[in-house]
Structures are given as structure tokens and as C-alpha cells.
């Protein structure tokens, strides 16, 4: 089999680069647009679904829908990665998804935020609703496969460490140019007003995404790298079979913890620019891709020290820098001594390095843990360990979404709940650095 070079690494990365520019918009702005605040509505922001705690009387609506879709994305993954992993198509058992899933993808991103009404009513919610699950299919169809490829091209460790550096690099980057938008729709208000500014926006990103979303389709030849047999188990079983392997376990259950925390911090982000420091929306982008650049420095010394201090040592002092992170995010506007605009700039430089070792090190991790597996048992379930592993950390996606719209109504007008929903963001990672403790990464080495 054939060694992926640097060239068809970045091609593959392509891919990754698209799918995270429509992830981005929708994990950054889809509670900003239909649960606004304040200032939001001030500027022109329409309210398209009826707001405030009425699911249950607990949860607001968006923070039900939003949940929902992250659970039914969750139970669709192992049904997908089962299908993938005994796909017999000529072209592969991955690049085939690929290739499907990337339109639909795209045109349900736009559609998430084309609300069909123009004012608010239900007709916009059951709409809401069902763009929203055909978001969570689409992406499923895509990343469980292209994921599943991660320990496929890569046949040792370092090759799978590489292909994991080049893919948060453009994992950030399609994260960092969803994070552009309100600049660009900024400059869109005079001409289409606001709603439309954003659409038009994110439409246009979303020609992009699928433009690169195919690359890796039409330049990588799968088969020429990837000598597999297709798995024969079906998804109940197989699923079972991986989280028989205790390590992944471990890991699942602190990734879990994880994502409740990075997702709570993420949709926050943009309230905490505006609600906290009470800086215009715009600053939002700027603080998000200072934080790409300066993780992006860290990039070369992460893949450097990882395979001589372990992988582990590194999450665990991501963990460490991100409860300070959170910790500090919810004193935003409080520490009177430094202006707003430095406050939030000391949020953007210590966040970057843990932002660096999250986008690497855990993809390596899980890639590790199902060549191990393949080896130890003979089967190839790398699609199932990944979208096991998305499985575990969408459940946790879900309770965020609940917890974070939930708590983001108490004190709207001083931003208490937002203040509420950074802490809560730094015990989770403090609960995801506990369980990462008992993570045996000398087991899973020795076995490579």
C-alpha cells in the first residue's frame, strides 16, 4: 500500500476544512440568530420562533431543537459507521460517502437559517426543526467515514499524528472563516438588510465548504492506500464490540466532559464579546481568529513533544489551561482595572494552546486505540470507533446546547447566565481531566 505524501495529506484536509466551515455556523450562530440578545434585536434581528423556557417549561425552544438534533446525530452515527465499514463499493468503503453527503450537507445549512415566515411563529420552528435533523444526517454521512480514513492512511503512528496535525490545522481554519461572518455580513446590512445579509453569507460559505468537501473525493484514491476487508458484524454488535475495549472507554468518558465545556464556551463566545465586555459583535471575530493564529504556532511543537511526553500529559495540561480559561471568562466586564478589549484579548491567548492540543491529540488517541483494537481482535471497525466516539461526545453536545439556552435567560439584561454558563464550562473540564487520568497509554503503545 502507498504512503499518503504531504500533498495528498493537505487534499484529504480539505475535506475537513469544508465540513467545519458549515459546523461552524451552525455551533456559532444558530443560537445567535434565533435566540438574539439584545443588542441583536437593536441592530434589526428578527425573532422568527416563539422564545423563553417552553419546552417542558425548563428549556427554551432553539436549546430543545438544537439538543435533539445533536441526539439523533448521535444515534445515527453508529448506523452510518456500520455502513461505511462493510460498504463493498468499487471506490472505497469511505470516499463514496463522501461524495454523496457533501450537497445535502451544504444546501441544509443555508436552509437552517431560511426561515420560511418572515415574523414569529411555529411555522418557523417545525421548519427549524426538520433543516436541523437533515443537518445532523448530512454530517454524519460525511465525517464518521472521513474520519474513519484518519487511521486507514495513516499505517504508524506518526503517519496518523501527521494526518491529524494538517486536519485541525484546516479544522480551525473552516471553524476561524465561520467566525469571519459578521464582518462580511456586515458590510452586506446597507444593501440586504440584516436576516438577508446573513443568509447571503452563509450561503455563499456554504458554496465553498461543498466545493472543498469534494476535493478529497476526485484526487484520493482510496484503495490505493487503504487494503481493509469489509467488516461483516452489524452496528448493534459492532458497537458493542467497541466499547468492550476499556481504554476507549476511558477516553470516551472524558471526551464526553470535554465537549459539554468547549460547546458551552463556544456558543457563548459571541454574548460574551457582546453582553460581558460589551464590545460590537464584530469583535467576536476578531478574538476567535486570534486564537486560531496563535494555537496555529503551537501546531509544530505539539507534533514534536507528542510522541516523547505522550499524548497524555499534553490533554491533561490542556485540561488544566482551560478550566483557567473558563474560570476567568465568567469575570468578563467585572475586572475593572483592564479595559473590556484586553480582557478579551487575555481570554484569546490563553485559550489558543489548549485549542491547539484539543484539534490534534485526541483524533491521534482514538486512531491509536482502533489500530490496537484491529490488531488485538483482527477486525476493522474504525469507522464504529469514531462514530462511538461521536456518539459519546453529541450526547454530551446535547446537554450543553440544554444547559447553556437554558441558563443564558437567567439575568438576560446583565448577563448572569452567561457568567453561570462559563463556570459550569470549567467543572465539566475539570470532571473530563479526572477521568483522562486513569487513560493506560503504555498499554495501548505497547500493542502498536
Not at 136 to 161: F, K, V
Not at 182 to 187: A, E, L, S
Not at 220 to 246: H, M, W
Request: glycine share 8%; proline share 4%.
Amino acid at each position: 500500500m502507498k504512503s499518503l505524501s504531504t500533498r495528498k495529506i493537505w487534499l484529504f484536509a480539505a475535506g475537513q476544512f469544508g465540513w467545519s466551515l458549515l459546523s461552524g455556523l451552525i455551533s456559532n450562530w444558530l443560537v445567535y440568530f434565533y435566540q438574539p440578545d439584545e443588542a441583536s434585536i437593536t441592530q434589526g434581528q428578527t425573532l422568527f420562533i416563539p422564545q423563553g423556557l417552553v419546552v417542558f417549561n425548563i428549556f427554551t425552544l432553539i436549546g430543545g431543537i438544537t439538543a435533539f438534533g445533536r441526539l439523533f446525530d448521535a444515534f445515527t452515527d453508529p448506523w452510518i459507521a456500520s455502513l461505511s465499514d462493510r460498504c463493498t463499493s468499487e471506490k472505497g468503503r469511505r470516499i463514496p460517502f463522501l461524495k454523496w453527503a457533501s450537497l445535502p450537507l451544504a444546501l441544509s445549512t443555508v436552509l437552517v437559517f431560511w426561515s420560511p415566515v418572515n415574523e414569529n411563529s411555529w411555522i418557523n420552528a417545525a421548519f427549524l426543526f426538520a433543516m436541523v435533523m437533515a443537518y445532523y444526517l448530512s454530517i454524519t454521512a460525511y465525517c464518521t467515514p472521513y474520519n474513519a480514513l484518519i487511521p486507514e492512511l495513516g499505517h504508524d503512528q506518526q503517519e496518523r499524528l501527521n494526518i491529524s496535525t494538517v486536519i485541525s490545522f484546516t479544522f480551525i481554519a473552516g471553524t476561524a472563516v465561520a467566525y469571519l461572518a459578521p464582518v462580511i455580513w456586515g458590510t452586506l446590512i446597507p444593501v440586504f438588510g440584516r436576516v438577508n445579509a446573513i443568509r447571503v453569507t452563509f450561503a455563499a460559505m456554504a458554496i465553498i465548504a461543498f466545493l472543498c468537501m469534494q476535493i478529497p473525493v476526485w484526487t484520493i484514491r482510496e484503495k490505493d492506500y487503504v487494503n481493509t476487508v469489509p467488516s461483516q458484524d452489524t452496528a448493534f454488535s459492532s458497537l458493542v464490540s467497541t466499547f468492550r475495549n476499556g481504554e476507549f472507554r476511558k477516553f470516551v468518558g472524558s471526551d464526553i466532559f470535554y465537549w459539554i465545556a468547549i460547546t458551552m464556551f463556544q456558543t457563548g463566545l459571541p454574548f460574551f464579546v457582546t453582553s460581558l465586555l460589551k464590545l460590537p459583535e464584530t469583535m467576536t471575530t476578531i478574538y476567535f481568529v486570534g486564537m486560531t493564529a496563535l494555537s496555529l504556532i503551537f501546531y509544530i511543537p505539539i507534533n514534536k513533544l507528542a510522541p516523547r511526553l505522550g499524548k497524555k500529559k499534553l490533554i491533561l495540561g490542556a485540561f488544566g489551561i482551560f478550566i483557567l480559561s473558563f474560570l476567568y471568562t465568567g469575570f468578563l466586564g467585572r475586572i475593572t482595572l483592564i479595559p473590556a478589549n484586553i480582557q478579551g484579548f487575555i481570554l484569546m491567548v490563553t485559550a489558543s494552546l489548549p485549542m491547539a492540543v484539543f484539534g490534534i491529540l485526541p483524533q491521534a488517541v482514538v486512531a491509536d486505540i482502533a489500530q490496537s483494537d484491529a490488531r488485538r481482535t483482527g477486525s476493522n471497525r474504525e469507522g464504529m470507533f469514531y462514530a462511538s466516539r461521536t456518539f459519546a461526545f453529541k450526547l454530551g453536545q446535547s446537554l450543553s446546547m440544554l444547559l447553556f439556552t437554558a441558563i443564558s435567560t437567567i439575568g438576560t439584561s446583565s448577563g448572569t447566565g452567561y457568567r453561570i454558563a462559563a463556570f459550569i464550562a470549567a467543572a465539566f473540564c475539570l470532571l473530563g481531566g479526572i477521568v483522562f487520568l486513569f487513560y493506560n497509554e503504555h498499554k495501548i503503545n505497547q500493542s502498536l
